[in-house]
Antibody, heavy 120, light 108 residues
Framework: EVQLLESGGDLVQPGGSLRLSCAASGFTFSTYAMSWVRQAPGKGLEWVSDISGNGTTTSYADSVKGRFTISRDNSRNTLSLQMSSLRVEDTAIYYC?????????????WGQGTLVTVSS | EIVLTQSPGTLSLSPGERATLSCRATQSISNYLAWYQQKPGRAPRLLIYGASTRATGIPDRFTGSGSGTDFTLTIRTLEPEDSAVYYCQHYGRSPTSTFGLGTKVEIK
């Protein structure tokens, strides 16, 4: 059974930094691209970033480009999102999601999310 | 950037009725469209991909259709557990991905 468990969400001040992690199990992690998708309180879904299975290719939404960095450790089956220069509008639940092998950014499984709150 | 517009914003129907949800893209996306269901406090769940293919374990009362710019999710014979927000999403060839704003389905 595929399991994705996010952690690292916290309350942080504007301009601060935070690192999110996603522990994956139940599948061959290195085979699949992975994404982060966020959801502001009471709002819709926003794709944030993704990374290829071998970690060599990354993509970012314009809203986070230059501030967030996605990475993965295939030896530990872990996906990470390093967030810096955080803004109030980055407040959201952050989900990690497993992409389909054949269709980029089609999300077959999701974690339960971790809450990031940016506030002074 | 491709924008997806979902309508209506909210749908209020009784059990047993049919729900018809619309998703329109600002340019052709072929059939690179997925539908997700999200219940309160839960992560989204993939329902439909390729515009019309049901994901594993999805009941056949959920049907997706369309291609190009106009897509529809139909829920035949609504059940109480279908109360949720439904999102459409463009995925695939573009290096990014976009979601619609969602349609909330309320069961009376």
């Amino acid at each position: 059974e595929v399991q994705l468990l996010e952690s690292g969400g916290d309350l942080v001040q504007p301009g601060g930094s935070l690192r999110l992690s996603c522990a994956a199990s139940g599948f061959t992690f290195s085979t699949y691209a992975m994404s982060w998708v966020r959801q502001a309180p009471g709002k819709g879904l926003e794709w944030v970033s993704d990374i290829s299975g071998n970690g060599t290719t990354t993509s970012y939404a314009d809203s986070v480009k230059g501030r967030f960095t996605i990475s993965r450790d295939n030896s530990r089956n872990t996906l990470s999102l390093q967030m810096s220069s955080l803004r109030v509008e980055d407040t959201a639940i952050y989900y990690c999601a497993k992409e389909n092998y054949y269709d980029a950014r089609r999300f077959d499984q999701w974690g339960q999310g971790t809450l990031v709150t940016v506030s002074s | 950037e491709i924008v997806l517009t979902q309508s209506p914003g909210t749908l209020s129907l009784s059990p047993g009725e049919r729900a018809t949800l619309s998703c329109r893209a600002t340019q052709s996306i072929s059939n690179y469209l997925a539908w997700y269901q999200q219940k309160p406090g839960r992560a989204p769940r993939l329902l439909i991909y390729g515009a019309s293919t049901r994901a594993t374990g999805i009941p056949d009362r959920f049907t997706g259709s369309g291609s190009g710019t106009d897509f529809t999710l139909t829920i035949r014979t609504l059940e109480p557990e279908d109360s949720a927000v439904y999102y459409c999403q463009h995925y695939g060839r573009s290096p990014t991905s976009t979601f619609g704003l969602g349609t909330k389905v309320e069961i009376k």
